[in-house]
């Protein structure tokens, strides 16, 4: 296990680049103010340095609005309360003190989008988790299918194709005219929720037909497991804390 010293104390921290990136890109995209003590303990619970993207998240923002808030990475935020939106620690369950023997579940679950879709970074056996991809692979838990996606990235590669524009295509069917407005009202634990539901084939055959509500995070995530075990008995796992 490396102290903290060790995980901040870094010839080539990772976060000067990657404002630079957040500068630059034509994506919008708000980054939060963060909380410098929830920051270094969480670095020192997954024992990640700053030199990396993930770690540059935690250590130095309280995470990246995209789109308005459909999608959220999570960070380390300052004065999260019930309207705002929740951290890396609180969403995966992380112990309050340094424990050496915990462990993500399945994988860390990084970002949350509007419609509850779970990005998660894959631990050490996503086989034995149940799930695609390699060990430090981005997975994506999709509401439509109600299944896990490999994303054929690591969480760095993963954060510059955001950066780049890469959720414009990768949401294009699951987008209706006037999703903006919708998303803008909603606080950030709350996304929405579809009736006819996304998996439907009458929301497949028109999105923009179907009816939408506020609802908290915790119910859509709710919802999609249930839906889920209902189906094929499947667990998807864990889907993260909200």
């Not at 996304?191 to 996304?198: A, E, K, M, N």
Request: aromatic letters at 8%; a negative charge; one cysteine or more.
């Amino acid at each position: 296990m490396r102290e903290i010293h060790e995980l901040l104390d870094v010839d080539d921290p990772a976060w000067p680049v990657l404002l630079q990136e957040l500068s630059d890109t034509d994506t919008a995209i708000e980054v939060l103010p963060g909380d410098a003590g929830t920051g270094r303990a969480s670095l020192l619970q997954l024992q990640v340095s700053a030199r990396s993207n993930l770690g540059a998240l935690v250590l130095n923002c309280g995470g990246l609005l995209v789109d308005g808030g459909w999608l959220r990475i999570f960070g380390s935020p300052h004065g999260t309360g019930p309207e705002g939106l929740p951290g890396l620690a609180e969403v995966n369950a992380m112990p309050s003190t340094f424990d050496p023997a915990w462990q993500p579940e399945a994988g860390l679950v990084v970002a949350h989008d509007v419609l509850g879709g779970v990005f998660s970074l894959n631990g050490g056996d996503p086989g034995g988790a149940g799930r695609p991809g390699g060990p430090g692979e981005i997975v994506y838990f999709a509401p439509d299918t109600l299944g896990w996606e490999a994303l054929g990235a690591g969480h760095s590669a993963w954060l510059s194709w955001i950066l780049s524009g890469g959720l414009q295509k990768f949401y294009g069917g699951l987008r209706w005219d006037g999703w903006r407005s919708e998303v803008s009202v909603l606080s950030g634990r709350q996304g929405l929720s579809f009736f006819p539901p996304l998996w439907s084939a009458e929301a497949r055959q028109d999105l923009s037909a179907t009816s939408r509500r506020a609802a908290p995070m915790a119910e859509l995530l709710g919802m999609s497991r249930d839906a889920r075990l209902q189906f094929d008995g499947a667990d998807p796992g864990f889907l993260g804390v909200a």
